[in-house]
């Protein structure tokens, strides 16, 4: 069974920085996509950023672009989310989600919870002024 185990989470304060993890188990190969969602109270859950595992292209929403980076450790099954410059509109409960794919063209769909199989637990980042 795939399972996905998020960490890292915490209070900031605003232009500081935070790294988040992910850790994935159960896939068989490194075909598949991490994605990371986020969402604050009384707003709907929307995609921050994707990242395919094989070759580690990367897609993010322009809310983040040029703050937030992703990265993975196939050796660790892990993808990390770094997240500098924070603001206090990046407070949200963050959640990575999964899908087995074979070369996907990262995208924009990528940003979108119904491509995804398999989900996080969550774990809150909240930005203080």
């Known amino acids: 069974d795939v399972k996905l185990v998020e960490s890292g989470g915490g209070l900031a304060q605003a232009g500081g920085s935070l790294r988040l993890s992910c850790a994935a188990s159960?896939?068989?190969?490194?075909?598949?996509?991490i994605g990371w969602f986020r969402q604050a109270p009384g707003k709907e859950r929307e995609g921050v950023l994707s990242?395919?595992?094989?070759?580690?292209?990367?897609y993010y929403t322009d809310a983040v672009k040029g703050r937030f980076t992703a990265s993975r450790d196939i050796a660790k099954n892990t993808v990390y989310l770094q997240m500098n410059s924070l603001k206090v509109e990046d407070t949200a409960l963050y959640y990575c989600a999964a899908v087995a794919v074979r070369g996907p063209d990262i995208s924009k769909m990528w940003m979108f919870e119904e491509m995804y199989d398999f989900w996080g637990q969550g774990t809150q980042i909240t930005v203080s002024p």
């Open positions: 159960g896939f068989a190969s490194n075909d598949y996509v």
């Open positions: 990242i395919y595992i094989s070759n580690g292209r990367t």
